[in-house]
C-alpha cells in the first residue's frame, strides 16, 4: 500500500501570501495525483488533478506541479476562502490513498 | 448539475448495521465508477470502497468482511451495507464519483454515523 505523506501538518499564512504544500508518495505514482480543499463541515473539493491540472471551475491561483513521488500545491495569493484543509490523493494504485492533509490557517 | 446525496445516518449500538444510499443525479450514472469515503471527527479521509461500472469491487482492509457496497443503476442509487459495527466507524461518509485511475470529481455532503452504546 502506498503512503502519502504530506508536510506541514499546518500552515500559518497572512492573507496575499503565497503557500506552498507539500505531498510526497512513498513509491511513484506518475501524475495520477490530486489536490482536495475541504472547508469545515463541508465535503471535499476536487481542485487539481493529473498533478498540475486544475478541475473545473478552479481560480488560477491554484497551481500543482510534481511527478512520481514529490508533489506540490500553490496558492498564488491567499484570499480569506482558502483557509482549509487540503488532502492529497493518488489513483494511480488501489487503495487510492490520501495524504494526512495539510490545514492553512490565517496568520 | 451533478448532485450526490447521502442518506441512512444515525445512532446504532455496536455490532450493529446500517445501509447508507447515495442518490445521484445530473449525469448518466451508470458510466462511472462510485466510492464510499469516511472521515471521523477531526481526522482526515478514509477511502473504504469502490465499485465500477461493471461491477468491479475493491474493499479498504479495515471495513473488507463487514461493508458491501452496491449499486442500482436503474435506480441512480449507490448504497453501502455496513455490519458489525464499531466505535470506531463512527464518521461521516461520504460518497464520491471516480475512482480506477480517475480522481474523485464530485462528492455528496456527506451522512453522520455514531457507534455507541
Known amino acids: 500500500e502506498i503512503l502519502m505523506t504530506q508536510s506541514p501538518a499546518t500552515l500559518s499564512v497572512s492573507p496575499g501570501e503565497r503557500a506552498t504544500l507539500s505531498c510526497r508518495a512513498s513509491?511513484?505514482?506518475?501524475?495520477?495525483l490530486a489536490w482536495y480543499q475541504q472547508k469545515p463541515g463541508q465535503a471535499p473539493r476536487l481542485l487539481i488533478y493529473?498533478?498540475?491540472t486544475r478541475a473545473t471551475g478552479i481560480p488560477a491561483r491554484f497551481s500543482g506541479s510534481g511527478s512520481g513521488t514529490e508533489f506540490s500545491l500553490t496558492i498564488s495569493s491567499l484570499q480569506s476562502e482558502d483557509f482549509a484543509v487540503y488532502y492529497c490523493?493518488?489513483?494511480?494504485?488501489?487503495?487510492?490513498?490520501f495524504g494526512g492533509g495539510t490545514k492553512v490557517e490565517i496568520k | 448539475e451533478v448532485q450526490l446525496v447521502e442518506s441512512g445516518g444515525g445512532l446504532v449500538q455496536p455490532g450493529g448495521s446500517l445501509r447508507l444510499s447515495c442518490a445521484a443525479s445530473?449525469?448518466?450514472?451508470?458510466?462511472?465508477?462510485m466510492n464510499w469515503v469516511r472521515q471521523a471527527p477531526g481526522k482526515g479521509l478514509e477511502w473504504l470502497s469502490y465499485?465500477?461500472?461493471?461491477?468491479?469491487?475493491y474493499y479498504a482492509d479495515s471495513v473488507k468482511g463487514r461493508f458491501t457496497i452496491s449499486r442500482d443503476d436503474a435506480k441512480n442509487s449507490l448504497y453501502l451495507q455496513m455490519n458489525s459495527l464499531r466505535a470506531e466507524d463512527t464518521a461521516v461518509y461520504y460518497c464520491?464519483?471516480?475512482?480506477?485511475?480517475?480522481?474523485?470529481?464530485?462528492w455528496g455532503q456527506g451522512t453522520l454515523v455514531t457507534v455507541s452504546s
Open positions: 464520491g464519483r471516480g475512482g480506477q485511475w480517475l480522481p474523485f470529481d464530485y
Open positions: 465499485i465500477s461500472s461493471r461491477g468491479t469491487i
Open positions: 513509491q511513484s505514482v506518475s501524475s495520477n
Open positions: 490523493q493518488q489513483y494511480n494504485n488501489w487503495p487510492p490513498i
Open positions: 493529473g498533478a498540475s
Open positions: 445530473g449525469f448518466t450514472f451508470s458510466s462511472y465508477g
